[in-house]
């Protein structure tokens, strides 16, 4: 069987790209599989820093393979909960793990692929991008996360719309609505994308590690707790000797 994930881990980038564009990176139960197994690695290669998601070919994902949905009629729910539960479980892997989640979306992103945008701590999108929820179209609910990460970026009436309605998200559309942080020209987007992982997974010590815990623990915390978190978090950064290294280092060039 052609594999459906690649993983490449080097400089401390692993890249993570779907890799069956002739069909359109559908998500089936092959590609969750790999998907969870690329995941676990990365969350235990403690020289992981920054993991990079992005697809070959012209889209992104278009979901969920309804073609296997319909095949596996027979027990459909056993094998939609299947799919369902090792998607997540990549899922809460890539969450979990001390490297922020990169996404270069090209494409259109659908269903699952949606899901996957929204989990990102950075995603850049192609200005051809596309976005769309998809899933009640078909009468299917959301996975992969899309009920959990979009009222946290939307808010619940404008996630409510965006998932019921499955209205076409532009690029534009979605950096409006804090669902990517910046569109760049599509034939920019390899590039962009790897110049910005290359530059985060420079950063001294583990501040990058610690933001991205922080930024994750916030919904749910109040402020004295978000504070204490903070106090903790410069603290143990100013005693780093990589930090030290990189203060003394702008101190001499400033001087």
């Known amino acids: 069987m052609t594999a459906r994930i690649s993983l490449a881990i080097a400089d401390g980038v692993a890249r993570l790209s779907f890799s069956a564009p002739e069909r359109r990176n559908a998500i089936d ?56 539960s090792t998607f997540h479980l990549g899922i809460e892997r890539l969450q979990a793990a001390a490297a922020p989640l990169v996404v270069a ?95 985060l997974a420079a950063l001294p010590g583990d501040a990058l590690a610690v933001l991205k815990r922080q930024l994750h623990a916030s919904p749910g915390n109040g402020l004295a707790d978000q504070l204490a978190i903070e106090a903790g978090g410069i603290a143990h950064a100013a005693g780093q000797p990589a930090v030290q290294a990189a203060l003394d280092a702008f101190f001499a060039k400033a001087g």
């Open 105 to 199: 979306l090209g494409g259109t992103a659908a269903g699952g692929g949606f899901s996957l945008v929204l989990g990102a701590d950075l995603a850049i999108a192609g200005r051809s991008a596309k976005l769309v929820s998809a899933y009640l179209k078909s009468g299917l609910t959301p996975d992969g996360g899309a009920s959990w990460f979009l009222p946290r970026l939307v808010g619940r009436q404008k996630a409510f719309e965006i998932m019921a309605l499955s209205p076409v998200l532009s690029a534009e559309d979605a950096l409006a609505l804090g669902l990517v942080a910046r569109v760049v020209a599509d034939d920019a987007l390899a590039a962009e994308a790897d110049r910005i992982a290359a530059t």
């Open 29 to 84: 139960i092959a590609f969750l599989r790999e998907f969870a197994t690329a995941a676990l690695d990365i969350q235990s290669d403690p020289s992981v820093r920054v993991t990079l998601m992005r697809a070959d070919g012209p889209v992104f994902s278009v979901g969920g393979d309804l073609a296997e949905m319909v095949a596996e009629r027979h027990r459909a729910e056993r094998h939609v909960l299947e799919m369902a």
